[in-house]
């Protein structure tokens, strides 16, 4: 089994920034492919960015151009700088991991998850 744990929400006042870190443990491998999902109150959970072993990275298009995906194969680490943030980016978010070389923009294609980490962004 894979374990996840997201850290590094918070508060923020908008146009802020905030770096989350996902780290991997247990039956891990670098080659999974690996995910951020976030989920508003009274909101379906969305996609936000993934990263592959190679480190092709995918965005939703809320998000691109203002939050970056990356990840530390050797530390199991992953990470989502997130920049420019907007009282719309305020949900939990959730790391996730899938035992596929390819990402996947769907929460259901995904096999572990991280229990989440509040981010608050304030206007």
């Known amino acids: 089994q894979v374990q996840l744990v997201e850290s590094g929400g918070g508060l923020v006042q908008t146009g802020g920034s905030l770096r989350l870190s996902c780290a991997a443990s247990g039956r891990f491998y670098s080659s999974y492919a690996m995910g951020w999902f976030r989920q508003a109150p009274g909101k379906e959970r969305e996609f936000v960015a993934a990263?592959?072993?190679?480190?092709?990275?995918y965005y939703a298009d809320s998000v691109k151009g203002r939050f970056t995906v990356s990840r530390d194969n050797a530390k199991n680490t992953v990470n989502l700088q997130m920049n420019s943030l907007k009282p719309e980016d305020t949900a939990v978010y959730y790391c996730a991991a899938r035992t596929n070389t390819r990402y996947s923009g769907s929460s259901s294609e995904y096999d572990y998850w991280g229990q989440g980490t509040q981010v608050t962004v304030s206007s």
């Open positions: 990263i592959t072993w190679s480190r092709s990275t």
